[in-house]
């Protein structure tokens, strides 16, 4: 299943929306932050949804402009969608946890290095979402889209406080 397919779908619940429309929405939300969004797969998703029945072409206009309305297959299948990725707990795919699990394949320097430039990272992205927070109504989303930034905000603080107890461990020897 993806993430896309149902904010694709989902943009849709309102009204038709051409490609444009449908991205800028998704900006406007940050979903290129919190759900993994390539802009560019929107334009192909709407053409493929539309091939399979779940939305219809309302209007073609200049450049390709083509706008989209939610079928009744669409609005089913954005409520499937929805309701199933509520109930199943799917795991996570974070690259860092990879590293994690090669860390003692660098040498204590290069661990301590490592660990500090990620910390880094981590205190700048809590402090980027925490002054994004609220931000994001001023152009149209809805409130309750800063609960993504919230927990996005939960899982750098999570990690940020793993990263600093692993520097304290790598520095008194006891990891690797």
């Given at each position: 299943?993806?993430?896309?397919?149902?904010l694709?779908?989902?943009?849709?619940?309102d009204?038709?929306?051409?490609?444009?429309?449908v991205?800028?929405?998704?900006?406007?939300?940050?979903?290129?932050s919190?759900?993994?969004v390539?802009?560019?797969?929107?334009?192909?998703?709407?053409?493929?949804?539309?091939?399979?029945?779940?939305?219809?072409?309302?209007?073609?206009?200049?450049?390709?402009?083509?706008?989209?309305?939610l079928?009744?297959?669409?609005?089913?299948?954005?409520?499937r969608?929805?309701?199933?990725?509520w109930?199943?707990l799917?795991?996570?795919?974070?690259?860092?946890?990879?590293?994690v699990?090669?860390l003692d394949?660098?040498?204590?320097?290069?661990?301590?290095?490592?660990l500090q430039?990620?910390?880094e990272?981590?205190?700048?992205?809590?402090?980027t979402?925490?002054?994004?927070?609220?931000?994001?109504?001023?152009?149209?989303?809805?409130?309750h889209?800063?609960?993504?930034?919230?927990?996005?905000l939960?899982?750098?603080?999570?990690?940020l406080?793993?990263?600093?107890?692993?520097?304290?461990?790598?520095?008194?020897?006891?990891l690797?």
């Open positions: 299943m993806s993430t896309t397919r149902i694709i779908l989902g943009t849709l619940l009204g038709p929306l051409n490609g444009y429309q991205r800028r929405l998704l900006e406007t939300w940050g979903a290129d919190w759900a993994n390539k802009f560019g797969s929107i334009y192909h998703g709407l053409g493929k949804m539309a091939e399979e029945g779940l939305m219809e072409v309302v209007e073609t206009g200049k450049g390709g402009s083509t706008v989209y309305a079928t009744d297959d669409g609005r089913f299948e954005f409520y969608l929805l309701m199933s990725t109930h199943e799917k795991p996570i795919v974070d690259p860092f946890q990879v590293a699990t090669y394949r660098l040498d204590r320097h290069q661990l301590v290095g490592a430039a990620r910390i990272q981590l205190r700048l992205g809590v402090a979402s925490e002054r994004a927070l609220g931000v994001k109504q001023r152009f149209g989303a809805p409130r889209i800063d609960e993504n930034l919230r927990l996005n939960g899982t750098l603080r999570a990690q406080d793993w990263c600093e107890q692993a520097l304290t461990k790598v520095e008194n020897d006891e690797p």
